[in-house]
């Protein structure tokens, strides 16, 4: 098989009869050996789980039981997601040892979709960070994938996954994405449960799809937060008709330092999505301003996490020295200035929302 399988077309081809659960999870599975090694995306690979899932897979198929387009096809998931009897590490040696004893939610909907999961890909520790060390960019290995979904965002571009499970605070699943040249999406919040997800931030966390294109996501988005019966799914409304679609455009894009070919790409998409679309000048706000809120928001948040589940200050020696550095700073933070910043965000929030409906 060449490494050309999108989710889309791996799962007609599985429905279609012409491939099989078993030989995707094997073209995966090898490709995981054959790059693995270089490129560090996985924490833990679960090759005899995969293949068990598979030939389920395929026997339901030719028993005619259909669970959807995510039936036989092999995932992975990132290393904060909560999986029954497999380590779940969140990228440190703090969790060295950690086996949860049942599925996060959103592993349960996998689970029912008939999905294959290969296993967890590697994280910046707690989810904290954009770099996913030791995990290397497939594209030029002295560069990084991003971070903090960087191993998912670089199994999905080796081919080694055919979609995988991200989370984004601040950007954690985008920023891989875009580095690795693959498709993230971030739902909106509470679309997606996580529940059995290692939290880094409460209030801001997302968990979310990466894969080879929007199409693949919206198939993985209609398993991870299904629409009410009677709805059109995700999947089918990422390749219909979009002659309603109201596309704003934020001013100032154009004299941003983008390169030439991105911003070529951009207008193009511009012009294809919409005949008419609008300018949209962004709120008022002070930049700066802004990242000090998040900042007094996610520290406080992922202290109160680590300290509730008794690993800081109690595993502080575990921790990689950036993190735990991170989480003496975040203590520090005071009550009033998270209530200031939670303020700011809520009035930053309602000025988009007024700029949106303008």
């Not at 996580?194 to 693949?216: C, K, N, Q, V, Y």
Request: charged share 20%.
């Amino acid at each position: 098989m060449a490494n050309d399988w999108t989710l889309a077309s791996a799962s007609r081809a599985w429905h279609a009869g012409t491939v099989s659960a078993r030989e995707l999870t094997e073209y995966c599975l090898a490709r995981i050996d054959a790059m693995d090694e270089r490129t560090r995306a996985f924490v833990t690979t679960t090759p005899a789980d995969a293949r068990a899932a598979a030939a389920a897979a395929d026997a339901e198929r030719q028993s005619g039981h259909d669970r959807g387009p995510l039936h036989g096809m092999p995932v992975a998931l990132k290393d904060l997601v909560e999986t029954r009897g497999v380590l779940t590490t969140a990228g440190s040696a703090v969790l060295a040892d950690n086996i949860p004893e049942a599925d996060a939610t959103i592993v349960t909907r996998l689970r029912e979709s008939g999905a294959v999961m290969l296993g967890k890909t590697n994280t910046h520790e707690f989810a904290w960070g954009v770099f996913t060390p030791p995990t290397r960019n497939p594209w030029n290995l002295q560069h990084i994938p991003g971070g903090s979904s960087g191993g998912s965002a670089v199994a999905v571009a080796c081919g080694m996954a055919l979609g995988a499970i991200g989370t984004d605070t601040g950007g954690s699943i985008r920023i891989p994405a875009a580095c690795c040249g693959v498709s993230g999406h971030k739902p909106t919040f509470g679309l997606v449960p996580l529940e059995g997800i290692i939290p880094l931030s409460t209030s801001l966390d997302h968990a979310g799809p990466i894969a080879r294109t929007i199409e693949d996501c919206a198939i993985m988005l209609d398993v991870l937060a299904p629409r009410p019966a009677g709805q059109p799914g995700y999947a089918a409304a990422s390749v219909g008709a979009i002659d309603d679609l109201r596309l704003a455009v934020l001013g100032g894009i154009w004299e941003t330092s983008v390169d030439a070919e991105v911003l070529a790409i951009v207008r193009a998409a511009i012009t294809a999505l919409s005949a008419s679309p609008r300018a949209c000048d962004p709120p008022a706000f002070d930049h700066a301003e802004l990242f000090a809120a998040y900042r007094g928001i996610q520290g406080p948040e992922a202290s109160v996490a680590h300290a509730e589940r008794g690993w800081y200050p109690d595993r502080a020696e575990r921790y990689t020295p950036l993190t735990r550095e991170r989480l003496a700073r975040a203590a520090e933070i005071s009550g009033p200035r998270y209530v200031a910043a939670q303020r700011l965000r809520a009035r930053y929030t309602r000025a988009w929302e007024q700029a949106l409906i303008d």
